[in-house]
């Protein structure tokens, strides 16, 4: 179990366990049996948890943060060149994407207060999956005359993609699977990555009870999160409390999604969270979402499973779950004319 010392509160019925990842990564004796242990238990108590010495730089954390920030700050007309269309690659404006939030409390009549720019993983000309014309193969969107914004959001995305593969050994061993089980399981080959650069504009004062996304759990496998400088992330207790889950500087925040918890048969938690923008200016916010491949069904993991606890989902595709979710769960804007 996480040292009690590494704990950290926030709020009551809630602790959010602070796991380091720097001797795991190091490479030292036994790291990888304790660091999966304490992560284990996160997954399965609160399904959040925080990262530190996990090895990406401050200086990759901040250009991304500014990347945010100067995309943002241009006008609108610019952002709306390369809006999102069909799937979100690109820009989606404010009130681009509301959360059917009903699940998790009363619903706002207001639309989400948030505009996001998605970038994917990128394929170039010739890569095999690119030429087979595989659906995960998206061209990103890119804005015209941008100094240093692709590079900053490339880097960035090319280091979280780099620490995912380095915690699918942790995962595994946390199940009680081969250390080498998720790192050779065909969901991942390729894994399918997300970086989305949030912005949230400052609140409208008449809008009671206006998010800045509704809440929601993240569809998905696993997401990481450079906390930003100020609070608004809200995750929802087992008891039914939503409590503000604290930022640490040069930690990630690690949350579970839909998918893992529907393979590890409700073991690891999916929690749902929200966020508001508390303050009267703009926050920014830059998730990395993880997904398995689109057309790789996952059946539920052999260590969660038993003969008195059988499998209590039938095996799904991420493209299959998406599909469902757009049918029940997101508003999205149709394509524009």
């Not at 040292?3 to 990888?32: H, M, Q, S, W």
Request: contains cysteine; aromatic residues 10%.
């Amino acid at each position: 179990m996480p040292d009690t010392n590494a704990i950290v509160d926030a709020g009551a019925g809630l602790r959010i366990p602070v796991l380091d990842l720097g001797p795991y990564l190091a490479g030292e004796k036994g790291a990888l049996e304790r660091a999966a242990a304490e992560l284990g238990a996160a997954c399965e108590s609160i399904g959040f948890c925080f990262f530190k010495n996990h090895g990406v730089s401050q200086s990759l954390i901040d250009g991304a943060f500014a990347a945010a920030e100067q995309f943002h700050s241009l006008p609108l007309e610019r952002k709306m060149k390369v809006r999102a269309l069909e799937e979100p690659v690109g820009y989606l404006p404010v009130g681009g994407q509301t959360q059917r939030a009903e699940l998790y409390g009363a619903r706002s009549k207001h639309p989400d207060r948030s505009a996001s720019f998605y970038i994917r993983d990128e394929f170039p000309a010739d890569h095999p999956d690119r030429l087979a014309k595989k659906p995960w193969v998206f061209d990103n969107r890119w804005p015209e005359d941008l100094p240093g914004f692709r590079e900053r959001t490339l880097a960035y995305f090319a280091v979280m993609h780099a620490l995912m593969e380095k915690l699918l050994p942790l995962q595994a061993v946390a199940l009680g699977l081969p250390a080498n089980y998720l790192v050779d399981h065909e969901g991942f080959k390729p894994m399918n990555c997300t970086l989305r650069l949030l912005n949230y504009p400052p609140r409208i004062e008449a809008n009671e009870g206006q998010y800045g996304i509704g809440p929601h759990t993240d569809f998905g496998y696993c997401t990481l999160l450079a906390q930003a400088k100020k609070p608004g992330l809200e995750i929802l207790t087992r008891s039914g409390e939503w409590v503000q889950a604290p930022a640490h500087d040069g930690m990630l925040l690690f949350n579970n999604a839909d998918l893992l918890q529907r393979w590890t048969n409700d073991r690891w938690r999916s929690a749902p969270h929200r966020v508001f923008n508390l303050e009267g200016d703009e926050r920014y916010s830059i998730p990395f979402f993880i997904s398995p491949r689109w057309d790789v069904r996952l059946a539920c993991l052999p260590t969660c499973q038993s003969a008195d606890n059988p499998p209590k989902y039938a095996p799904i595709s991420r493209a299959e779950y998406q599909a469902e979710l757009k049918r029940t769960v997101y508003e999205l804007p149709g394509k524009p004319a």
